[in-house]
């Protein structure tokens, strides 16, 4: 079969039927199924939390901006074969960041997912995103997640930047390679204020 990614590019795999897939969205470990040959991982660090925001005016006189997303966790993507994979691996996920407390605080970063096999093959990192800048900080959104020992880097996007309109609009969060699921980034706080973070996810295709 053919995995086709986000960005355009695919990965050929000599799939058969009955391939099976895994998904978690917590801390714990991953069995390999001793009949399956070849494991495709996609393990995604968790997203950023939003930055705060203070209602009013700030101390220019001027409404202050809203909060800034937060940025969306980074996807690691690689292949293992049975040797590298051996019997399992321990997996680790990374949880969304907190919004920015206190009115005007920016928000925490995303914890970073790996995903630590234990046979002979790499270990791999989805990078958690960067928390968004509460408004008395300017607003800016949180840059995303990067991966570590990835075939693919899936970088996530970046968390947009709040802006100063009527009372403070906020900025939308950045998105992980699974869109506005696992991953993403939270919203900022103000007008407009959308979804807070995820945290991120493991995939594994086995076959």
Same mark, same amino acid.
């Given at each position: 079969?053919? &995995?086709?990614? +986000?960005?355009?590019?695919?990965?050929?795999?000599?799939?058969?039927?009955?391939?099976?897939?895994?998904?978690?969205?917590?801390?714990?470990?991953?069995?390999?199924?001793?009949?399956?040959?070849?494991?495709?991982?996609?393990?995604?660090? +968790?997203?950023?939390?939003?930055?705060?925001?203070?209602?009013?005016?700030?101390?220019?006189?001027?409404?202050?901006?809203?909060?800034?997303?937060?940025?969306?966790?980074?996807?690691? &993507?690689?292949?293992?074969?049975?040797?590298?994979?051996?019997?399992?691996?321990?997996?680790?996920? +990374?949880?969304?960041?907190?919004?920015?407390?206190?009115?005007?605080?920016?928000?925490?970063?995303?914890?970073?997912?790996?995903?630590?096999?234990?046979?002979?093959?790499?270990? &791999?990192?989805?990078?958690?995103?960067?928390?968004?800048?509460?408004?008395?900080?300017?607003?800016?959104?949180?840059?995303?997640?990067?991966?570590?020992?990835?075939?693919?880097?899936?970088?996530?996007?970046?968390?947009?930047?709040?802006?100063?309109?009527?009372?403070?609009?906020?900025?939308?969060?950045?998105?992980?390679?699974?869109?506005?699921?696992?991953?993403?980034?939270?919203?900022?706080?103000?007008?407009?204020?959308?979804?807070?973070?995820?945290?991120?996810?493991?995939?594994? &295709?086995?076959?």
């Amino acid at each position: 079969m053919t &995995i086709y990614f +986000g960005n355009g590019t695919s990965m050929s795999a000599a799939a058969t039927a009955g391939a099976r897939f895994h998904t978690q969205n917590a801390n714990n470990s991953f069995g390999a199924d001793s009949s399956r040959s070849n494991f495709l991982v996609f393990i995604t660090g +968790g997203g950023g939390g939003g930055g705060g925001h203070e209602y009013g005016q700030n101390d220019q006189g001027n409404n202050s901006d809203g909060g800034g997303g937060g940025g969306g966790g980074g996807t690691a &993507i690689r292949m293992y074969d049975s040797n590298q994979m051996g019997s399992g691996a321990n997996v680790s996920i +990374g949880g969304g960041g907190n919004a920015g407390g206190n009115g005007h605080q920016s928000g925490n970063g995303g914890g970073t997912s790996q995903f630590n096999p234990n046979g002979n093959g790499s270990t &791999i990192q989805g990078k958690g995103g960067q928390g968004g800048q509460g408004s008395r900080q300017g607003g800016t959104g949180g840059n995303g997640g990067s991966a570590q020992n990835s075939a693919i880097d899936m970088d996530g996007s970046h968390g947009n930047k709040g802006r100063s309109a009527g009372s403070g609009f906020a900025g939308q969060g950045g998105q992980s390679y699974w869109a506005g699921g696992r991953g993403r980034g939270g919203s900022g706080q103000g007008s407009g204020s959308g979804p807070g973070s995820k945290g991120g996810t493991l995939m594994v &295709i086995s076959y």
